[in-house]
């Protein structure tokens, strides 16, 4: 018998999703534009108002909140998770329900900051929170679900990149990674690395805007990690990719922060950029002939181009593959 753990969540999802789809086949239920474990959110054709657009999330107080965080931060970082699935597709979301479990001795003053950080990022990106659900629960644990909606001829999904599209992510990456590293060690943090931490910015308007330009081949958010997010797209669009590792963005204080008599400093900064995840940026590919066009509405680097096969990244002057590993539930 095979317990969970052994697996890992990406494998765990292949499990649950081959399932659903095995039984919607024998059902008589219209399926989804896009169904489960396939993007970032399930896609549903609402016929004369667009496609809605789904996604949950999940979180728990010792997993997915470090030490540290006030209930204001908890709250926005529940609601942010959301709002970056939603980003993805190219969507504008439009309301977002929320269910707490929350532990029997929490105060009340907990709760009150809590859903205020909720409420304040939901209204900071154009939405609020619509309903949802209460109980008592030995962790705290919030379920997010957040709605969207988009034009059929603007959804962002996974699958469409090309060989000899352009790899691109908006913001800078590896914060995420060297703030949690520091807090577990008791090092000192920049200020503006923890904040971008603990209050990740969904990319609500970046997304819109490049969905709504025509450029865009794939996209989805970096929540896991590059490294893992470039293999999902890459098995979504049948593709390879091709990085620069000195292309990638990474925050001005990131590379102060490489512990003194750890790995070379280059060393630390690639692997909180590429193999670490909780940056909440946006992974996607372009038309190389849209490059100024898109360039005109959102801001984003370029690191990479799509190939035919493989997933490569260049680093200290030398071509390795870049491994299949990240953020994941379950099996490391």
Not at 195 to 223: N, Q
Request: charged share 20%.
């Amino acid at each position: 018998m095979t317990i969970i753990n052994k697996l890992r969540e990406r494998d765990i999802i292949s499990l649950i999703t081959g399932l659903l789809e095995a039984e919607s086949k024998t059902g008589s239920i219209h399926g989804p534009v896009v169904g489960p474990g396939n993007d970032d959110c399930a896609v549903i054709d609402t016929c004369d108002s667009g496609l809605l657009v789904a996604t949950t999330d999940m979180l728990h107080r010792k997993a997915d909140f470090p030490l540290g965080m006030t209930p204001y931060q908890i709250g926005w970082m529940s609601i942010a998770v959301n709002l970056s699935d939603i980003a993805a597709m190219g969507a504008r979301p439009i309301g977002i329900m929320t269910a707490l479990g929350l532990p029997s001795g929490l105060e009340v003053d907990f709760v009150k900051e809590l859903v205020s950080g909720m409420s304040d990022c939901a209204c900071r990106y154009g939405t609020k929170i619509i309903g949802g659900d209460v109980d008592c629960h030995d962790e705290l644990t919030i379920v997010g679900s957040a709605l969207g909606m988009v034009d059929a001829g603007q959804l962002a999904t996974r699958k469409g990149a090309r060989p000899g599209d352009l790899v691109c992510v908006t913001g800078q990456l590896g914060t995420a990674g060297a703030a949690l590293e520091a807090l577990q060690q008791g090092r000192g943090v920049d200020p503006e690395v923890l904040e971008k931490f603990y209050m990740p910015v969904p990319r609500i308007a970046e997304g819109m805007a490049l969905a709504g330009s025509g450029c865009l081949t794939a996209m989805m958010d970096i929540s896991d990690g590059l490294a893992l997010s470039l293999h999902d797209l890459a098995a979504a669009s049948g593709v390879g990719f091709h990085i620069k590792a000195s292309d990638i963005p990474v925050h001005r204080s990131v590379r102060d922060m490489a512990p003194v008599g750890d790995m070379i400093v280059d060393d630390k900064v690639f692997e909180w950029s590429v193999y670490t995840g909780g940056d909440f940026e946006l992974l996607f590919t372009l038309n190389t002939d849209c490059l100024e066009k898109a360039g005109k509405v959102a801001q984003f680097t370029v690191i990479g181009e799509v190939t035919a096969s493989g997933i490569t990244i260049e680093h200290n002057w030398h071509t390795e593959d870049v491994e299949p590993r990240g953020f994941q539930q379950f099996g490391g």
